[in-house]
């Protein structure tokens, strides 16, 4: 994993940092996934409507909005590694509680309705802290790679994200245990998740002494430094925030929050299309729901490892073209009829959003300098929680009244993204 950042000029990382870096977000990424590959199963054991599924997630993502631009600044005075470990923690702790919490409702200790109400708030821990993570690690990476090579390293870390979605929903099924049945992913992977928090608090260099020694030039020289005054602005506890308003990344930013909820609808729906569609019994349908995920993710690992190396497309071809593909995919789902198909088509949607999601990161990181990469790093992984604030509980919401319409609402957010940004980005 860490072999692709070595071939990558302008790189300071070495490979076992890369590997550390990629291993904190793989481990997240891989323990969200499997919850998502179990839940619907979960859902329909309770006797959960859909929706409320959807309303449970929202606690969580809106904490995530709310709290990754706070971490990333912080990351700026007090080190990338200090919050990535934080995510860490806040991934472990939440993940163990959600998986006690669940448990008791499926044992019959809590009612489906309070299960549910304290699955939402323990899951708000990851959303408050977990985001820290990505944030960290964007912010340590982009410190580390220059201008040109940074869209093919951002791309590299971003498939963390694909390969966790390949290992959670493969792996879930295996751990289905005797005792913990449903939930038992959840407790693997919060020790997955240990074994990575203190491989990072071992292995990975603190940045605190380079941010010291950085201040301290700028102040000592601050006339014979051409960057002094920069060091000296990023290091600042008094500097200005940076907003997604800001003219420089504000196109970025909302393409990737168009494209990104999208995303988060389709991913949050297809699970329950799977099982409706095939008409599959819900205790033991995340293996054909594990399937399609799997196969999602696998396209996105094509995209981000395969596709964008190759080609060296730029920022602005990835979020067009991405869209393009998404969309077609994304009707290709709501279309089709056997196993086969879902795996395909979903498959296709997931090599499109491979493209966009590396691409509008890269075009914000790209368009601040580099004191300014905490900030933005904290912008882009808010993008990616507030996908999830509003977009799965209205995907679920229009998927009970009608099958189709979380699909054709993909479509047309996809569609959008087209031609408000043909010729913007």
């Not at 245990?177 to 919060?190: C, D, E, H, K, Q």
């Not at 008409?279 to 696998?298: I, K, R, S, T, W």
């Not at 709501?334 to 999601?357: D, K, N, P, Q």
Request: aromatic residues 8%; proline residues 4%; hydrophobic residues 55%.
């Amino acid at each position: 994993m860490g072999k692709p950042i070595g071939k990558i000029a302008g790189s300071a990382l070495t490979t076992r940092q890369f590997v550390l870096l990629f291993s904190a977000m793989l481990v997240t990424a891989t323990g969200n996934t499997a919850l998502q590959s179990v839940m619907p199963s979960i859902g329909r054991s309770l006797g959960i409507a859909d929706v409320w599924i959807g309303v449970a997630f929202t606690s969580s993502a809106l904490a995530w909005v709310i709290f990754a631009p706070i971490w990333a600044r912080q990351s700026d005075h007090r080190g990338r590694k200090t919050l990535i470990l934080l995510g860490l923690v806040g991934f472990v702790v939440s993940t163990l509680l959600c998986g006690i919490v669940l448990l008791g409702g499926l044992r019959g200790v809590m009612g489906a309705g309070v299960t549910m109400v304290a699955f939402a708030l323990v899951r708000m821990l990851y959303g408050i802290f977990g985001c820290a993570t990505p944030a960290g690690t964007q912010a340590y990476l982009a410190a580390k790679t220059r201008r040109g090579a940074r869209t093919t390293a951002l791309s590299n870390l971003s498939a963390s994200f694909g390969l966790g979605t390949v290992i959670g929903p493969a792996l879930a099924p295996l751990f289905v245990l005797p005792f913990l049945g449903l939930t038992g992913p959840l407790f693997m992977f919060a020790l997955a998740g240990m074994l990575v928090f203190a491989a990072v608090w071992l292995q990975l260099p603190d940045d605190r002494d380079r941010l010291r020694r950085a201040k301290a030039a700028a102040m000592a020289f601050p006339a014979a430094s051409p960057t002094g005054a920069s060091v000296r602005a990023a290091t600042s506890e008094g500097k200005a925030t940076l907003r997604w308003s800001d003219s420089r990344i504000r196109d970025w930013i909302v393409s990737g929050a168009i494209t990104n909820n999208a995303l988060a609808a389709l991913l949050t729906v297809v699970g329950f299309h799977t099982i409706d569609r095939l008409a599959l019994d819900p205790v033991g349908a995340e293996q054909q729901v594990g399937l399609v995920l799997m196969a999602g993710a696998a396209a996105t690992l094509v995209a981000q490892w395969g596709l964008i190396p190759r080609f060296g497309w730029g920022p602005r071809t990835l979020v067009l073209l991405g869209s393009a593909i998404a969309l077609a995919g994304t009707l290709a789902v709501m279309v089709a009829g056997s196993l086969m198909g879902l795996v395909l088509a979903y498959g296709l949607a997931c090599l499109g959003f491979g493209l966009t999601r590396p691409g509008f990161t890269a075009g914000a990181s790209l368009a601040v300098p580099l004191t300014e990469q905490g900030a933005v790093a904290g912008l882009t992984t808010s993008v990616n929680g507030f996908a999830f604030v509003f977009a799965p509980t209205l995907g679920l919401a229009l998927y009970g009244f009608a099958p189709s319409a979380p699909f054709l609402l993909c479509a047309g957010l996809l569609g959008a993204t087209l031609l408000l940004y043909r010729g913007r980005l």
